[in-house]
Nanobody, 118 residues
């Protein structure tokens, strides 16, 4: 099993920045890509960003140019640097990890709340 623990959420003014972290533990070798998802009030969960084991990245159009995903494999930690935050970025942010055996996001963190005030 893999355990994921997020941190770094909080309340920030529009235009501000936050950095989310996600520490992985357990069967780390079973992880392939890692992702950040978010779910805003009354909205469906959406993929925000993904980073492969080799460092290739994907971003949702809504965050491209403002958010940066990175991972430090030596620290088993995933990051999401969020700049120029907007009120519509308000959501619960979840870290997820893709299981190399199944190809599915089998591992999830508990989430960290990000609230952007206008």
């Amino acid at each position: 099993q893999v355990q994921l623990v997020e941190s770094g959420g909080g309340l920030v003014q529009a235009g501000g920045s936050l950095r989310l972290s996600c520490v992985a533990s357990g069967r780390i070798f079973s992880i392939n890509a890692m992702e950040w998802y978010r779910q805003g009030p009354g909205k469906e969960r959406e993929l925000v960003a993904r980073i492969s084991r080799g460092g290739s990245t994907y971003y949702a159009d809504s965050v491209k140019g403002r958010f940066t995903i990175s991972r430090d494999n030596t620290k088993n930690t995933l990051y999401l640097q969020m700049n120029s935050l907007k009120p519509e970025d308000t959501a619960m942010y979840y870290c997820a990890a893709q299981n190399r055996a199944t190809g599915a996001d089998d591992y999830w963190g508990q989430g960290t709340q990000v609230t952007v005030a206008s």
